[in-house]
């Protein structure tokens, strides 16, 4: 008997789709980014649920800066009352949340409520949650080449690697993107060297369990190769020793 497919360790999302959603229904499109965040509560206690070690989600890009005013504010208000909201219940769920990307811009009472829960959720081990917010890979690639400079430290891959914004977790296995675009609008550039991609045309509110199952079984019946070949990879133990 062969054993179970195994769960992707670490899951990457691109949540699109949210102004869709919420223009389909003739609502504004802040509607869409409140019931994004209902969408992220039910894929975090399903990623939990299945054993998924890590989750990393795109809340708001270094390019989302350049939306209509009355939007961004709309999403920073959303993500200080988020916080306030959410955040007791993730302690109390065993999740341990992480907020990636850059802080200069952010106001004040952001920045002290990402370093409150941190903090209070830093002792939890069922789920990472990395929440990139103001993120952008080029930014996150730039900012840990200039800190290496700033050490006086060789740039190398693994030097790169250990100065990155995900440096306490392994790159991501499975990158899911909904909302139907087949991109990756500068979403981990670096860590998604070898993440399997997995395309959902279901906007954000609507990707429930029954999509992230499908994304994980899609991820199960994939060959990760890493370069190598299908046969190398099959080859039996013994093979492998003459090989
Ligand atoms: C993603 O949904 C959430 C953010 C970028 C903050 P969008 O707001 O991009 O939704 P669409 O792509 O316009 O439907
Ligand atoms: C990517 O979605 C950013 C987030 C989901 C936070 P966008 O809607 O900003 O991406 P583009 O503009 O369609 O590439
Ligand atoms: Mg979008």
Known sequence: MSAAPAVPHHIAIVMDGNGRWATRRFLPRVAGHKQGVESLRRCVKACADRGVGVLTVFAFSSENWNRPVEEVSGLMELMVGALAREVPKLKEDGVQLHFVGERGGLSDKMVGGLLQAEAATAQNHRLVLNVCFNYGGRWDIARAAAELARRGEPLTEASLDRAMALAHVPDPDLFIRTGGEQRLSNFLLWQSAYAELFFSDKLWPEFDEKALDEAIAAFQNRERRFGK???????????????
Not at 229 to 240: F, I
């Open 229 to 243: 070949t299908s046969a190398q990879l099959n080859a039996s133990p013994t093979d492998r020793q003459i090989a």
